[in-house]
């Protein structure tokens, strides 16, 4: 049975994209690369803004769903204790104030102010119960990922909670923000009848806006929350409507419905940019995209067949052709923008510029097959998830290269379900590791590295390495262990990083943000955004 | 045989096939690859008691007979569930989707029907001449034509271009809605209008050859009651094959849901399919089969009353 998402997009892609980029090519409100930006007023706001959202939202529960459109909602109307800014740092939120008393503890101040949407006030009590419910696997099976063991959960004081770890970690502090792990609502309301996160119950949390309506799959409406602590936000309203297909987005965008647009595909930006007034943005999505190579699978079982394979990878050409720039060449794991949290983009760029090179060289790659227990050439498959259509391209570009070797390589697209269910089953040779992490400190190379890595790889010194990283108090000495376990994969031939992605965004005539960056959406967005007059 | 004996039948045969179907489906979800525990995590890590506290709290370890009796237990006193994807019962997730797949549908019917019959019956008086081979011919385009890319088509021309209807979404409930439905159900019509019209002219060609038409226009019978008599005769197939293609409405819904970013069953049916949510797929694919069940009843039911051959044939057995 053809599989009904597979199909819509075989044939969107095989029809749509050529028929309404050729119709928005020459649409009415396009103008050739008109980049006017009107002057912006910090302190202006709008009655409504609307934002189009690139795929859909069945829940507004993070716990539940942990999508990352759910925690673009979530930005807006929950906060943690902490918050993060522009550039993943912490920052406060429901706490004024944190510390960490020693390797395993933490103590926060709460503000005394802080109060949810329905004007009750959020009480130490309600901070505890939402620590437990959001690190219950059962209930919140999303954000448990991100909460290490703990020995204790306590009030201690009128305003203080502590935090007590089971054992030291290097990421505990972003644990309680609203970009990963931590939504604060009342405990009265979620214990009350209805489903978290519904159509029906929405959600309660103390953020900028509470919602005021959500349509699954359709739309979800907020509204400035009246009891909010902070400063006022600048909207009135805002809507996230949910347009799942690229080409109804451009049109609405053209015809100037949607203020923001998100998830604009590499291959049209030039058309979106043309639109009047428009800024069309890209930067790092933090994701990681390259092969995995199992070396328990004959033939990847030797190291020669593993670098001929690395070595006919051009990279640069999938970035640059495929890709049209709108992504980087991975040169190691864990993308820069998420190492240099903590120690700065200096540091993060000197770390991963010190890592292995393989360069694109087809005959050193064919020199090196030769030398392997397959030096005719072999076949094997390569399948890609379909929730990214970008990949199935690249996959194709990488079967040409690997077929001018030798190696026949049957490219595959299967549901995003079956693929990451696969993942690391010891039967693949070749696989795609595609890595999208939602939040600051969800590192791939954590779990890539580890003991338990997908690849079936074992090298203890790597294990090692990245279980220091894991628990390493001082982010520097995080950073270096994890270079040093990633230089050995590289090695080995393990991994054949290929691109770090990036996330291309619309903003309209009426708008401009201020700082942005990967994580905008995760922050207090709205007061970083600019109506223009 | 009465009408009510037909009914009843059918419904006891509705309710049968309902349940082997219900089987049928969970038993491909379980076959299929993927698994919950990975579509709930995502690709990442995932510790051993993360993955058994799910496996416990979904019951995915028990044998197949096992899931399969206690979700049929639970649906037969009318409990269908809570979805894995989102944690809410199934029924609070059909709200509100039910209506818009089927104004949708009802919608498109009406369009297909109403546009497509009285084409094909032009076509079929016009035999040969270029008004026939004119909406034969845009038929023969319509069935072609995928539903999403007329779509796309529509909502560049009536939306963008012309600006009489919106983009995308539902709107807020009555003529709103369907103001914003109208180009969608526009987009599903082409495809079934078309084949509509291409049924129509075939079912009245043939009547048209038949010997009793050519006997009332001899006996001097006016236009209007000689096709009054062959569309009679013409009825049973157009009315058949109209029942299958609205059945196909829902199907074909999808793509157009997806295009015009609409919250109906067709969208929620793809994405519970790949996430492996069993108790979502179930309730839709048997509200679905409901639908189509009635549909088709609904016209054998028609066929029955409106032919005496066919009539005279079921009091025969």
Known sequence: MPHPSLLRRALVAAVAVPVVVGLAACAPSSKPQATTTASADPTKGLDQLTVGLNGSLSTLDVGQSGLLLTYYAAALTEQGLVGIDSTGKLTPALATSWKQTDDTTWVYELRDDASFSDGTPVTTDDVIFSINLDRDAKKSPSTAYYWPALKSVKATGDHEITIKLAAPSATFGWTPSSAAGLFVTSKKFYESSGTYGSAQKLVLGSGPYRVTEFAPDSHVTFERNTHYAGTAPKYKTVRFDFIPDANTRLLAFQQGSLDIALGVPVDQSKTWAATQGAQVKAVSDLSYQGLTIDPGVAPFDDAHVRRAVAQAVDKQSIVTGILKDDASVALGITAPAQLAVGVGQDAADAAVDSLPKTAFDLDAAKAELAKSSKPDGFSTTLTYPDSDANLGKVSLAIAESLKKIGIAVDVKEVPASTWSADLGNGKQGLSWMSYIPPVPTDWPSDWLLSAQNPAGYTNKEMASLTAAAATATDPQARVDDVMRATSLALEDGIYVPVYWGDSITAFGSRVTPRTYSSYYFLTDWTAALDATS | ?317
């Open chain 2, 1 to 317: 045989m009465s009408v009510l004996a037909f009914v009843g039948r059918r419904v006891a045969a509705l309710a049968a096939m309902l349940v082997v179907l219900s089987f049928l489906v969970f038993a491909l979800l379980y076959l299929a690859p993927g698994d919950l525990v990975h579509s709930l995590l995502g690709a990442r890590a995932v510790t051993p008691q993360a993955e058994a506290a799910i496996r416990a709290q979904y019951h995915l370890d028990d044998p197949f007979w096992v899931q399969y009796l206690r979700w049929l237990g639970a649906a037969l006193h009318g409990d269908f569930g809570t979805s894995v994807r989102t944690g809410t019962p199934v029924a609070q997730m059909l709200e509100g989707r039910v209506g818009v797949t089927v104004t949708l549908a009802a919608i498109a019917g009406v369009l297909a029907v109403g546009v497509g019959v009285p084409l094909g019956v032009r076509a079929a008086r016009r035999r040969g001449s270029f008004e026939d081979r004119a909406i034969t011919s845009a038929s023969v385009v319509g069935v072609s034509a995928p539903g999403f890319a007329v779509g796309l088509v529509l909502l560049y021309v009536f939306a963008v271009m012309l600006g009489w209807f919106p983009l995308y979404g539902v709107g807020d409930g009555g003529l709103d809605r369907l103001w914003h439905l109208a180009l969608p159900a526009a987009a599903l019509a082409v495809g079934v209008g078309a084949l509509v019209v291409k049924v129509t002219r075939t079912a009245v060609l043939r009547e048209l050859d038949q010997d009793y038409v050519t006997f009332a226009r001899s006996r001097g019978l006016s236009g209007a009651r000689v096709l009054r008599l062959y569309l009679r005769g013409a009825a049973v197939p157009i009315v058949t094959s109209v029942g299958l293609v609205l059945a196909s409405l829902v199907g074909g819904s999808i793509l157009v849901e997806t295009t015009f970013a609409l919250p109906g069953l067709g969208v929620l049916l793809a994405d519970s399919i790949t996430f492996k949510d069993v108790p979502v797929v179930q309730a839709v694919t048997l509200l679905l089969a409901t639908f189509i069940g009635v549909t088709t009843a609904v016209v054998d039911l028609f066929a029955n009353l409106a032919d005496p051959r066919v009539r005279r044939a079921a009091v025969a057995r």
